[in-house]
T-cell receptor, first 114, second 111 residues
Framework: KAGVTQTPRYLIKTRGQQVTLSCSPISGHRSVSWYQQTPGQGLQFLFEYFSETQRNKGNFPGRFSGRQFSNSRSEMNVSTLELGDSALYLC?????????????FGPGTRLTVT | ELKVEQNPLFLSMQEGKNYTIYCNYSTTSDRLYWYRQDPGKSLESLFVLLSNGAVKQEGRLMASLDTKARLSTLHITAAVHDLSATYFCAPVGGSNYKLTFGKGTLLTVNP
């Protein structure tokens, strides 16, 4: 069974640009969550999607947005990039069945903003 | 808002020794996750603890959950160098599905 995939793995952007990151969950998983990891703030929750609906949202500015498609693949978009957006962006895939609460993380996209 | 405190944040230990990492959280949580992260890598799932008194073991690692004390522990037995990594706990608060992570414990096991 393939794991969670994220593309691209590495990205370098300039301040003011926008970026789109992609996450493909494990087959059959309908929930996708996004997290930002930085040395200063640690791991912070961005948002969670389930069946194409945003179910939870973290405390990030509106420049951070996401969506989920009917095949459960998810994208997150960051507009007007700032230096502080440099981070490792992780997505997690979950099934949330009656007896399963595992959240599996993808390899991450490392975004550098210059 | 759920707050998570892990301690210690840094742990240097010798091979063969035992130690415990503590994870305290501030509000009711119905499940708690432990993850491992190697430098430059993603998060590897170690344990999911679903109820009060839950204990899970895998190799030299054992995790437990006390929901009344709002405390989880990760116990390391007879540490080996391969266990060197950063360990995170992450409870889930309320009815949502958001993981709130601790700052992580950087474990270094020295020969």
């Amino acid at each position: 069974k393939a794991g969670v995939t994220q593309t691209p793995r590495y990205l370098i952007k300039t301040r003011g640009q926008q970026v789109t990151l992609s996450c493909s969950p494990i087959s059959g998983h309908r929930s996708v969550s996004w997290y930002q990891q930085t040395p200063g703030q640690g791991l912070q929750f961005l948002f969670e999607y389930f069946s194409e609906t945003q179910r939870n949202k973290g405390n990030f500015p509106g420049r951070f947005s996401g969506r989920q498609f009917s095949n459960s693949r998810s994208e997150m978009n960051v507009s007007t990039l700032e230096l502080g957006d440099s981070a490792l962006y992780l997505c997690a895939s979950s099934f949330y069945g009656a007896s399963s609460y595992e959240q599996y993380f993808g390899p991450g996209t490392r975004l550098t903003v210059t | 808002e759920l707050k998570v405190e892990q301690n210690p944040l840094f742990l240097s230990m010798q091979e063969g020794k035992n130690y415990t990492i503590y994870c305290n959280y501030s509000t009711t949580s119905d499940r708690l996750y432990w993850y491992r992260q190697d430098p430059g890598k993603s998060l590897e799932s170690l344990f999911v603890l679903l109820s009060n008194g839950a204990v899970k073991q895998e190799g030299r690692l054992m995790a437990s959950l006390d929901t009344k004390a709002r405390l989880s522990t990760l116990h390391i037995t007879a540490a080996v160098h391969d266990l060197s990594a950063t360990y995170f706990c992450a409870p889930v608060g309320g009815s949502n599905y958001k993981l709130t992570f601790g700052k992580g414990t950087l474990l270094t096991v020295n020969p």
